[in-house]
C-alpha cells in the first residue's frame, strides 16, 4: 500500500488542495433562469440559493419578512421572479412594459443596503490613486461618466455591479490585517521605510561562563563505562553460577524438566469441540443466524420501497414538503441573524434585535400556517377514505375497516419535522424577554 500510493502523491496533494478550497459566494440572481414547460413557466430554487439572496440582497429579506405568511412562500417567490424589484436588482433595465405588482413595486425605491457592516477605515496617508481620480484637468471640469450624479434609472447595470461585487467583497477575508488608527505617526513611520536598505540586524546574545565544561562532554560517559567493568571485573564467577543453578533449582524442581501437560491450554480442546458443534449444518446456531439474515435482508428492501413513495416526504404532499423545507431555511437564518446581534452585546443593535424579534414571531405563524394547510391536507384524504368506504359498503354490502389513524401527514408530521426549529424559536424569543424584563428593571435604579 505504502508503494501504492508514493508513486501518487501529486494525486494526494491535488485532493487535500481541492478538499480544503470551499467555493465563494456569487451573484445568485444571476444564475437564475427559468424555462418553460408545457406553456407554464417554472424555476426550480434551493434553500442555499435562498440564503445567498438574503445575505446579497438584505431588501429581499425585509420585503419577505413583512408579508409573508400574508403570502405563501410560493405567491411570493413567483410574484418575486416576475416583479420589477427582481429585474432592479439584477441591474435590468425596467420597462413600461414589465408587469406591476401592488406590493413589490412598493420597496423599488427603499434602501437596498440594509443592515450592511460599515466599512473598515482606511487610512490615506499615502493616496496616489486619489490625486489620479480627482484630477479633472484632462477632461475639463466635467468628470467622466461614471463618476457623475445620476438617477439609478440611468445606469441601473454599473451601479447594481458595484454594490452587489462591495457586498460579495465584505464577505470574504483579507489578505492583510485591518489598518489600526492607534498607531498614529509609528504606523506611518514604518509605512515609509525603505526595508531593503537596512543592515542586518545586530543579534542580542547572551554569553554563558560555564567553569567546569569537561562534565559536559563525551569524556564523562567514558569514565562511567570504565568505572562500570571495573565492578563487573570485581565479582566472582563460581558465586554467580551458583546463585543461578539455585534460582533454576527453586523454579524446576525435577531436575531442570517441566511437563509439557502444563504448558498446554486447558480450555483448547473444548473450544475445538465448540467450534465442530458450531459449523455442523442444521444446527440451532447456524438456524438463528440464517433467520437473522433473511429478516434483515426484508427490512432493508422495505424500507427501499417505502423509500420511493410518500414516506419521504412523512406524508405531505410534495409542493407542501417544498413549502416547508423553504420555512425551514428561511427561519434558521432569521434565528442566526438573531443570535448574531443578541450575543453581540452593543447597545446600538437593540432596535435590529427588536426588529429581529418581531421577525421571529412572523416566523412561528408561517410554520403554524404550514401545519394547518397540512392538516387540511390530511383531513381531504381521511373524507376520500371514508367515502370508498360509504361506497364499498352501498354498492356489496361489506363494511370496510379503516385504519384514519395510520393516514400520514398533517399537523403532527409538521410539528414532529420542525420540533427543533419550533423549540429553537421558543428559547430565542424567551431569552429576549428575560434580558427585556431584566432591563426593565434596572431602568428606575438608574
Known amino acids: 500500500m505504502t508503494q501504492f500510493w508514493s ?68 405567491q411570493f417567490w413567483s410574484r418575486f421572479f416576475q416583479s420589477r424589484l427582481f429585474k432592479k436588482l439584477r441591474g435590468e433595465r425596467i420597462s413600461e412594459t414589465d408587469p406591476t405588482d401592488i406590493i413589490l413595486d412598493k420597496y423599488l425605491k427603499a434602501d437596498e443596503s440594509g443592515n450592511l457592516p460599515r466599512d473598515a477605515h482606511v487610512p490615506h496617508f499615502l493616496d496616489l490613486a486619489g490625486n489620479e481620480v480627482n484630477n479633472s484637468q484632462r477632461q475639463g471640469n466635467r468628470p467622466d461618466l461614471d463618476m ?33 488608527g492607534k498607531t498614529g505617526e509609528d504606523g506611518t513611520y514604518n509605512e515609509l521605510q525603505l526595508r531593503d536598505l537596512r543592515g542586518d540586524e545586530e543579534q542580542q546574545r547572551i554569553l554563558l561562563n560555564v567553569k567546569d565544561q569537561s562534565r559536559f562532554f563525551s569524556s564523562h560517559s567514558k569514565t562511567a563505562e570504565d568505572e562500570q567493568n571495573k565492578l563487573f571485573a570485581q565479582q566472582d564467577p563460581n558465586q554467580i553460577l551458583g546463585q543461578l543453578r539455585g534460582d533454576l533449582e527453586q523454579n524446576l524442581p525435577e531436575g531442570g524438566a517441566a511437563p509439557l501437560g502444563r504448558l498446554v491450554e486447558p480450555q483448547e480442546e473444548d473450544d475445538e469441540d465448540q467450534q465442530k458443534f458450531e459449523d455442523v449444518i442444521g444446527s440451532r446456531a447456524n438456524l438463528k443466524r440464517a433467520s437473522n439474515q433473511i429478516l434483515e435482508a426484508i427490512r432493508d428492501r422495505r424500507s427501499q420501497t417505502e423509500g420511493s413513495g410518500n414516506a419521504g416526504t412523512y406524508g405531505l404532499s410534495t409542493a407542501l414538503y417544498d413549502r416547508l423545507t423553504l420555512t425551514h431555511a428561511t427561519t434558521t437564518e432569521f434565528l442566526h441573524q438573531f443570535w448574531q446581534a443578541f450575543l453581540s452585546g452593543n447597545a446600538d443593535r437593540a432596535g435590529e434585535v427588536a426588529s429581529l424579534v418581531e421577525s421571529l414571531n412572523r416566523a412561528m405563524e408561517r410554520i403554524k400556517s404550514v401545519a394547518q394547510d397540512a392538516e387540511t391536507e390530511r383531513q381531504v384524504e381521511v373524507d376520500r377514505l371514508k367515502q370508498h368506504a360509504r361506497e364499498v359498503l352501498e354498492r356489496t354490502g361489506r363494511k370496510l375497516k379503516l385504519n384514519l389513524a395510520g393516514v400520514a401527514g398533517g399537523e403532527q408530521a409538521v410539528n414532529r419535522l420542525l420540533g427543533p426549529t419550533i423549540r429553537a424559536l421558543e428559547t430565542a424569543l424567551a431569552k429576549y424577554n428575560q434580558a427585556l424584563a431584566e432591563e426593565m428593571k434596572e431602568m428606575p435604579s438608574a
Open 7 to 74: 508513486t501518487r502523491l501529486h494525486l494526494l496533494r491535488a485532493h487535500a488542495i481541492e478538499r480544503s478550497q470551499t467555493r465563494g459566494s456569487y451573484n445568485v440572481l444571476s444564475t437564475l433562469k427559468p424555462r418553460v414547460e408545457d406553456s407554464v413557466t417554472k424555476l426550480n430554487i434551493s434553500k442555499e440559493q435562498i440564503q445567498l439572496i438574503f445575505n446579497q440582497h438584505p431588501l429581499v429579506k425585509r420585503v419577505y419578512d413583512e408579508n409573508v405568511p400574508k403570502l405563501s412562500e410560493q
Open 148 to 180: 457623475r450624479p445620476s438617477s439609478v434609472e440611468k445606469v441601473p447595470i454599473i451601479r447594481t455591479l458595484n454594490s452587489l461585487s462591495e457586498k460579495i467583497m465584505a464577505n470574504v477575508a483579507p489578505a492583510d490585517g485591518e489598518a489600526d
